[in-house]
């Protein structure tokens, strides 16, 4: 589960990233909110099932 999650987050960020030079107007804007709305999905993910070690 975890390999998926890290293999979507970089590709939302890398087309997040790129999204602006190869989109213009609405576009760049839908593509940016839903990549960014994925990366924020995905790395909540991460987050909650991260290995939580007793101090």
């Known amino acids: 589960m975890k390999p998926l999650l ?3 987050l ?3 960020v890398l087309v997040n990233a790129a999204s602006s030079l ?9 593509v940016s909110v839903v990549t960014g709305l994925t990366a924020i999905g995905t790395a909540t993910g991460l987050y909650l099932t991260r290995d939580r070690h007793a101090a």
């Open 10 to 12: 970089t590709l939302a």
């Open 6 to 8: 890290w293999l979507v």
């Open 22 to 30: 190869a989109f213009t107007g609405t576009e760049q804007i839908v």
